[in-house]
């Protein structure tokens, strides 16, 4: 638990984030929970909506004061499945925000959605609400793929989709792709990438494929009824894309991640840039004045917990954040391993003179023997004053960002 965050606060938050912020609104409701996906997402539980949305209010309401000062340049409605939101509840969760937070003009909104549900008619609300950007979860425009990733959706569902949401005024879309599925040759995901190009998406994601523990998917493949994923073919689909998306005008700017000029996610750069975010719903993650903290995962829990704590604030004028499960004040060495981790996810890599600004220590200083060895194995290069992972590098940037983390305490 935290204490309720006051207009006191607002001072240290502000020096945290530079006067910035960006908020992460978490939907956690699905109509059916895809196999291979292990974030806090749930089916059939459609009987907590009515309370859940006043709870995601009341908590927006709990960590406004804290905020006092500094300008919301990103709003990211995550999931589960934010389209499944009806249009008065995401009225009001979008009235609070503009209410409790200061909101740039120009701030970025965004709204995970499924082709399955999108409506012409709900794509024409959320864009009236003032949603501006929209990230589809497609994964693939097989049909035999989509099967095995236990998706509700077909091809053609996400033609019609996608050009309702054209039609609905959306000129900022990402579209979320997976390649490296299990037993998928090149040519079905070169395939799945052509026919996505005839859409022309502002951004994309693509992700390989991951058989995350405790998922239906990774169950499959440890009992045998399917292979583990190719990690040779998902390699030579990776740089096969890099090429394509690049002939087709794409920049890729970050590891998974490709968008035209000017349409960078504003609110994933926040993450890559170890900015300050504040998560709200069940599940949501955030760091914020020096601290990383999450909120309990079940819907139920965090809704009992968000409207206690609400109550007692009422009543008291303080009080605890009894929604927050757990969290830590990261050391010095943490928070620089976790900026050179994530900045190295950026093809622009690390600017040295701007760590060392932030730091008060070298990219050197902190990390020189591991840097060495990472530039002499080539998985790292160095120039015009930025590290960077170099082209193989970026297929191989997990043995970076291990050696980068702090040696566990003893």
């Known amino acids: 638990m935290m204490q309720i965050p006051t207009a006191t606060d607002s001072q ?11 908020l992460y609104l978490h939907i956690p409701f699905c109509s059916s929970k895809c196999g291979y996906c292990d974030f806090n997402s749930y089916e059939n539980l459609d009987h907590l ?11 927006i309401e709990l960590w406004a004061p804290a905020a ?9 409605f995550g999931g589960g499945t934010p389209s499944l939101t009806s249009l008065d509840d995401l009225a009001g969760i979008i009235g609070a925000v503009r209410e409790r937070f200061v909101v740039a003009a120009d701030a970025e909104w965004s709204l995970e959605a499924n082709p399955t549900e999108l409506s012409a008619e709900h794509l024409t609300g959320i864009r009236g609400l003032g949603i501006n950007r929209l990230s589809m979860g497609v994964q693939s425009m097989q049909p035999g793929e989509l099967e095995l990733l236990e998706r509700q959706h077909t091809p053609e569902r996400v033609v019609e989709a996608v050009a309702s949401a054209r039609s609905a005024g959306f000129d900022n879309l990402n579209l979320d792709l997976i390649f ?15 026919r996505i190009l005839e859409f022309e998406p502002e951004h994309l994601s693509c992700y390989a494929l991951s058989v995350e523990p405790g998922t239906a998917l990774y169950y ?10 190719d990690p040779d073919v998902a390699a030579d689909q990776y740089e096969w894309t890099r090429e394509r998306l690049r002939t087709a005008g794409y920049r890729h700017y970050e590891i998974s991640n490709w968008a035209k000029p000017g ?8 993450y890559w840039q170890a900015e300050s975010y504040l998560g709200m719903g069940a599940g949501a993650h955030s760091f914020f004045a020096g601290r990383r903290f999450a909120n309990v995962d079940a819907p139920n829990r965090y809704i009992e917990a968000v409207n206690a704590s609400y109550e007692e604030r009422q009543a008291t004028g303080s009080g605890t954040l ?33 760590f060392t600004v932030k730091f008060g220590v070298t990219l050197d200083e902190a990390f020189g023997a591991v840097l060495q060895r990472h530039l002499g194995l080539g998985l790292l290069e160095r120039d015009d004053g930025r590290m960077r992972l170099s082209e193989r590098g970026l297929l191989l940037s997990n043995e970076v960002f291990i050696d980068l983390l702090p040696e566990p305490a003893r």
């Not at 240290?12 to 960006?22: F, I, Q």
């Not at 927050?324 to 003179?353: H, Q, S, V, Y």
Request: net charge negative; proline share 6%; with cysteine.
């Open 12 to 22: 240290s938050a502000a020096e945290t984030s530079k006067r910035s912020l960006a």
């Open 49 to 59: 909506v009515p309370d859940y949305t006043p709870a995601l209010i009341h908590e």
């Open 68 to 76: 006092n000062n500094l300008e919301v340049h990103s709003v990211f």
């Open 180 to 194: 490296g599925l299990i037993e998928q040759p090149m040519e079905r995901w070169q395939q799945t990438l052509e």
């Open 220 to 229: 499959r493949v440890q009992k045998g009824l399917l292979p583990e994923p």
């Open 263 to 270: 349409r960078r996610c504003m609110h994933n750069m926040v």
């Open 322 to 354: 009894q929604q927050i499960a757990g969290g830590e004040t990261p050391d010095a060495e943490t928070l620089r391993a976790d900026a050179a981790i994530l900045g190295l996810r950026l093809l622009d890599g690390i600017d040295e003179a701007a």
